[in-house]
């Protein structure tokens, strides 16, 4: 039982982590009806302009915390919409989905050949010390992940719920024209939600990256992950994306320490495939009528 109890928190630490890259496909679809497929290098990226900051230009970290997720929202947010989004998506969903594949590659490459290929290391944001409760031990990253990320989609949740910013983008995710027709710039709602996600993702990074280290390549397992876990908990409801990075997070977890750790990543894509074929809506999803 101990053991089980600190993989869960183990495992919700980094499902917490997945959901808040997840949560990002979930906002981009509902408002653009956008597919990221770059989201993991979205992820990447910051991690690599914290370690620029931070390690290399030696700024403070609250400084270099500042500055990554300003240049990550810009970079990712305006930039992003700016080239991509306005150019491509009046012509539909397919040509913006290769571009963004094509975005994922560039990304990655790019900090293979320019940077470097090693696994930079990241200093811990919080004390790795253990903390013991019972007989259970976890470590204080964890928790404070675990925490972080909570008041992350909390304040989200609570954005999207309470304000007329919120309001405005479940009336786009729910019919953009109607909403267009009611004065809502859908444009301009987009650009703030791609903003939105740049931030989420650069949050995402802060906390991941003393847990994977930073590489150019990790963004293909994280964004994976993000995806799997949206389509598992529902991709039209945030508190879906919520529970299924949850999820992803334990099963990952429990399946390679009891089963398999060389295949701990196929117990996700099972799951995922029995979603479809049971609840193809996902479990916290709203089955949409399509006319």
Same mark, same amino acid.
């Given at each position: 039982?101990?053991?089980?109890?600190?993989?869960?928190?183990?495992?919700?630490?980094?499902?917490?982590?997945?959901?808040?890259?997840?949560?990002?496909?979930?906002?981009?679809?509902?408002?653009?009806?956008?597919?990221?497929?770059?989201?993991?290098?979205?992820?990447?990226?910051?991690?690599?302009?914290?370690?620029?900051?931070?390690?290399?230009?030696?700024?403070?970290?609250?400084?270099?915390?500042?500055?990554?997720?300003?240049?990550?929202?810009?970079?990712?947010?305006?930039?992003?919409?700016?080239?991509?989004?306005?150019?491509?998506?009046?012509?539909?969903?397919?040509?913006?989905?290769?571009?963004?594949?094509?975005?994922?590659?560039?990304?990655? =490459?790019?900090?293979?050949?320019?940077?470097?290929?090693?696994?930079? /290391?990241?200093?811990?944001?919080?004390?790795?010390?253990?903390?013991?409760?019972?007989?259970?031990?976890?470590?204080?990253?964890?928790?404070?992940?675990?925490?972080?990320?909570?008041?992350?989609?909390?304040?989200?949740?609570?954005?999207?719920?309470?304000?007329?910013?919120?309001?405005?983008?479940?009336?786009?995710?729910?019919?953009?024209?109607?909403?267009?027709?009611?004065?809502?710039?859908?444009?301009?709602?987009?650009?703030?939600?791609?903003?939105?996600?740049?931030?989420?993702?650069?949050?995402?990074?802060?906390?991941?990256? /003393?847990? =994977?280290?930073?590489? =150019?390549?990790?963004?293909?397992?994280?964004?994976?992950?993000?995806?799997?876990?949206?389509?598992?908990?529902?991709?039209?409801?945030?508190?879906?994306?919520?529970?299924?990075?949850?999820?992803?997070?334990?099963?990952?977890?429990?399946?390679?320490? =009891?089963?398999?750790?060389?295949?701990?990543?196929?117990?996700?894509?099972?799951?995922?495939?029995?979603?479809?074929?049971?609840?193809?809506?996902?479990?916290?999803?709203?089955?949409?009528?399509?006319?």
């Amino acid at each position: 039982m101990t053991d089980v109890l600190q993989l869960f928190v183990a495992g919700v630490s980094i499902g917490a982590i997945y959901a808040m890259a997840a949560i990002g496909f979930v906002l981009l679809w509902q408002t653009s009806n956008t597919i990221n497929f770059a989201q993991g290098e979205f992820v990447v990226l910051p991690a690599f302009l914290m370690v620029l900051f931070w390690t290399v230009f030696r700024l403070p970290f609250a400084a270099a915390l500042l500055a990554t997720l300003v240049v990550s929202t810009l970079l990712l947010g305006l930039l992003v919409k700016a080239v991509l989004v306005e150019r491509l998506l009046k012509m539909g969903v397919l040509p913006l989905v290769i571009a963004t594949i094509g975005l994922s590659m560039l990304i990655r =490459y790019s900090l293979q050949q320019f940077w470097t290929p090693l696994a930079l /290391p990241f200093p811990a944001l919080f004390s790795r010390a253990p903390i013991r409760v019972g007989e259970v031990i976890f470590t204080r990253e964890e928790l404070m992940n675990v925490l972080f990320a909570a008041l992350v989609i909390g304040a989200l949740q609570l954005a999207i719920r309470r304000t007329k910013l919120g309001w405005a983008m479940q009336a786009v995710a729910q019919n953009r024209n109607l909403a267009a027709v009611l004065g809502i710039n859908v444009s301009r709602l987009v650009g703030l939600t791609f903003m939105l996600n740049a931030a989420l993702t650069a949050v995402a990074a802060i906390l991941v990256a /003393p847990v =994977y280290l930073v590489k =150019y390549d990790i963004g293909i397992g994280i964004g994976l992950k993000a995806f799997y876990a949206a389509i598992i908990g529902g991709f039209n409801q945030i508190r879906g994306a919520l529970l299924g990075g949850l999820l992803v997070g334990l099963v990952e977890t429990y399946s390679a320490a =009891y089963i398999s750790n060389q295949f701990r990543d196929a117990f996700a894509l099972i799951m995922l495939i029995g979603v479809l074929l049971l609840k193809p809506e996902g479990l916290w999803g709203i089955k949409e009528e399509w006319m």
